[in-house]
C-alpha cells in the first residue's frame, strides 16, 4: 500500500468516526479546525476535517460565518465554548437561504485541549448541549481526533509529492471557490478533464474531499 493511499484510509476512519458521532447526537454537519476563533474559523488554510460541501464550505469561509456574529453563549475559562442560535447572513439573501436549507442554523464551537494544540471542533445542528459534562467530553474526543490527523500529516509530510503545473492551478482555482466547470471555463479545459486533475492531485495528497485537499496543499506549502 502506497503512502497516499494509507493516509486516505486513516482519514477515512477518522471521518466516519466523526460522521457517526454526528448521527449519534443528532449534528447535522462537523468541522475541525486548527483555528481558536482568532481568525475565520472556516478557513481552508486551517480546516483539518470537514464534512460541508466544498461550495457550502467556500461560502461561510467567504462570508467568515461564524466571526461575524456573536455566540449566544459562552462557556466558562476553564472550557471557552461557544453556542451559535439562529446564524444570520446579513446582505446575503441567497446565502442565508441555502445556509437554512442545509441546516446550519445552529453551532457549537468547542476548544480542544490545550495539549493537542490551538484549535476548534465545530458541529451544526438545531441542538443546544450546554452541559458542562457534554462539552468536556466532547472536547476530549475532538482533540484525540486532531492529534491523529495531525500525525497522519506528519507522516505524510516525510514522502514528497509531485504536482504539476496543471494541477497546482486547479488546485489553486479551488481554493478561490471555483468549481470545476468555472474552472474549465478559465484554463479552457473541460469540466471533466478538471475533475480528472482535482482527483488525482487528491490521491497524491491522500484527501478525501475538495476542502480537505485544499488544506493539504497550503500546509505543505504546493499553493500560497
Known sequence: MSVAEDKTNSYMSIFRECREFCDTENFGHFLITESSGEE???????????????????????IQLLNTQQPMHRGD????????????????????????DTGLTHAI?????VKEGPGTALFFGAKDIGE???????????????R???????????SAVRISKREREC????SQGKTSYEIGMILG??????????????RKLGAFNRPHMVGLALRNGYIE
Open 40 to 62: 475565520n474559523l472556516f478557513s481552508s488554510r486551517t480546516a483539518l476535517m470537514s464534512d460541508i460541501p466544498a461550495s457550502l464550505f467556500h461560502l461561510c469561509e467567504d
Open 77 to 100: 475559562e476553564t472550557i471557552g465554548f461557544m453556542f451559535w442560535d439562529h446564524l444570520e447572513v446579513r446582505f446575503e439573501k441567497d446565502a442565508q437561504l441555502l445556509i437554512e
Open 109 to 113: 464551537g468547542v476548544p480542544l485541549p
Open 132 to 146: 458542562k459534562n457534554n462539552i468536556v467530553e466532547i472536547s476530549n474526543w475532538a482533540g484525540s481526533l486532531s
Open 148 to 158: 491523529r490527523l495531525r500525525d497522519i500529516e506528519e507522516k505524510g509530510r516525510n
Open 171 to 174: 488546485l489553486l482555482w479551488t
Open 189 to 202: 479545459l473541460s469540466e471533466n478533464t478538471i475533475n480528472n486533475y482535482l482527483a488525482t492531485v487528491g
